[in-house]
């Protein structure tokens, strides 16, 4: 079955810590994304690619990276920058402007 | 700016019910609105998608209107099913200038009761 995959589903960063947040698809969409979701929050988004090895921020980019050096893949790294890391982080697809967008089951990232 | 918003307060309806779940948007003219299911610790799940020239789309027991008048859409669920609690968000991009990307409202919680 398509779909994106995200892993893990939950993980813990320590103090000064970068961890990484794997994406996953196999729709064959060009476009993919990540947002963060706090509780009672909406979806606010981080980083955007429309094409293999290019991607733009989002509204709260800083203190993540991304990279897409594959179709399939758009793994996003929360670095020691962000201070408050701890969310609920989906990653999506879509292939086109109005198309709806197929999201991952999120990994929630804590703080030790 | 552009703002989207949803009644963030639950809504409780009683099994058989129909459940009516707001969208409201200022400063921007969508060219489409999107609805998605959320349930706890999943990813949304799209359900439908109207246009800025449409004014009504069902699928099944749901059904979406577009009112550019009052800068709202409604999400309606007939015969509502406990199945069928869950969050629901709205998400739209403007029609032109700004990012063709949706933005998302915070989602209003639907609990059906047996």
């Known amino acids: 079955d398509g779909g994106i995959t995200q892993s893990p589903k939950y993980l813990f960063r320590k103090e000064g810590q970068n961890v990484t947040l794997s994406c996953e698809q196999n729709?064959?969409?060009?476009?993919m994304y990540w947002y963060r979701q706090d509780p009672g929050q909406g979806l606010r988004l981080i980083y955007y690619?429309?094409?293999?090895?290019?991607?733009q921020k989002g509204d709260i980019a800083e203190g993540y990276s991304v990279s897409r050096e594959k179709k399939e893949s758009f793994p996003l790294t929360v670095t020691s920058a962000q201070k408050n890391p701890t969310a609920f982080y989906l990653c999506?697809?879509?292939?086109?402007?109005?198309?709806?967008?197929?999201f991952g089951d999120g990994t929630r990232l804590s703080i030790l | 700016s552009q703002k989207i918003e949803q009644n963030s307060e639950a809504l409780n309806i009683q099994e058989g019910k129909t459940a009516t779940l707001t969208c409201n948007y200022t400063?921007?003219?969508?060219?489409?609105l999107q609805w998605y299911r959320q349930d706890p610790g999943r990813g949304p799940v799209f359900l439908l998608l109207?246009?800025?020239?449409?004014k009504e789309k069902r699928k099944e027991r749901l059904k979406v209107t577009f009112d550019t008048t009052l800068k709202q859409s409604l999400f309606h669920i007939t015969a509502s099913q406990p199945a069928d609690s869950a969050t629901y968000l709205c998400?739209?991009?403007?029609?032109?200038?700004?990012?063709?990307?949706?933005?998302f409202g915070r989602g209003t919680s639907l609990i059906v009761h047996p």
């Open positions: 999506a697809s879509n292939q086109g402007r109005e198309q709806p967008q197929h």
């Open positions: 729709l064959n969409h060009d476009a």
């Open positions: 400063n921007y003219s969508p060219a489409y």
């Open positions: 998400a739209s991009a403007p029609q032109s200038g700004g990012s063709y990307i949706p933005t």
């Open positions: 690619s429309q094409i293999v090895n290019d991607f």
């Open positions: 109207i246009r800025e020239n449409e």
